[in-house]
């Protein structure tokens, strides 16, 4: 059982938008700054947005995103073939002496 | 900057789990910068099992306190994990990542992972 909630699926057609949500509570979204990975079976997990809404160098800009309150959503704008993918929200919790917390993963599937 | 993690691919249960993550192309004394240990289990989800920052500080989830050390080796610029009294719900892929902590962790995050070791536990 995840600390923070997500939607197991989610999918689109080329070029639609996806939103992912991530819901959680006081401790944790509620108080820090959440994060999205991305995961392909096999790789290295990719930081996608830090920071709740902060996208690294060399990360498109179709992703974005976005928090309010004890929840947040990651948008793909124009999603790709290549967008497939495991997609994982994450953030400090404050409680039991603090630790850091995911999502249990969004399945994105490409239509 | 690249991560490396190696280690036995299959350790027996009440065993202790021993994992290296080699840093290259940094230090892992760089300040600023701790370095976790995350799983992925199984059944699909993220674990984080704990950081140490550049300093030699630890943090652990409190589910595996008991049984974690996380340490630094300077000399080969590499991070380890131990995990004992392994059982079968420790089979995972282990991964190490670099780690931004700021601000008493609001600003908490994985900015680059390595590729992960898969470990089973069984007899």
């Known amino acids: 059982q995840s600390v923070l909630t997500q939607p197991p699926s989610a999918s689109g057609a080329p070029g639609q938008t996806v939103i992912i949500s991530c819901s959680g509570g006081?401790?944790?979204?509620?108080?820090?700054?959440v994060n999205w990975y991305q995961h392909l079976p096999g790789t290295a997990p990719r930081l996608l947005i830090h920071?709740?809404?902060q996208r690294p160098s060399g990360v498109p800009g179709r992703f974005s995103g976005s928090k309010s309150g004890t929840s947040a959503s990651l948008a793909i704008n124009g999603v790709q073939s290549e967008d497939e993918a495991d997609y994982y929200c994450?953030?400090?919790?404050?409680?039991?002496?603090?630790?850091?917390?995911f999502g249990g993963g969004t399945k994105l599937t490409v239509l | 900057v690249q991560l490396l993690e190696s280690g036995p691919g299959l350790v027996k249960p009440s065993q202790t789990l021993s994992l290296t993550c080699t840093l290259s192309?940094?230090?892992?004394?760089?300040?600023?910068?701790?370095w976790s240990w995350i799983r992925h289990l199984p059944g699909g989800g993220l674990e984080w099992i704990g950081y140490?920052?550049?300093?030699?500080?630890?943090s652990y989830t409190p589910s595996l306190k008991s049984r974690v050390t996380m340490s630094l080796d300077t000399a080969e610029n590499q991070v380890s994990l131990k995990l004992n009294s392994v059982t079968a719900a420790d089979t995972a892929v282990y991964y190490c990542?670099?780690?931004?902590?700021?601000?008493?962790?609001?600003?908490?995050?994985?900015?680059?992972w390595g590729r992960g070791t898969l470990v089973t536990v069984s007899s």
């Open positions: 192309g940094g230090s892992i004394t760089s300040a600023g910068y701790s």
């Open positions: 994450a953030a400090w919790d404050d409680s039991l002496d603090g630790r850091g917390v």
């Open positions: 140490i920052s550049y300093s030699g500080a630890t």
């Open positions: 006081s401790s944790n979204i509620g108080t820090n700054s």
């Open positions: 920071s709740n809404d």
């Open positions: 990542a670099t780690t931004i902590s700021v601000d008493q962790n609001y600003y908490f995050y994985f900015d680059l």
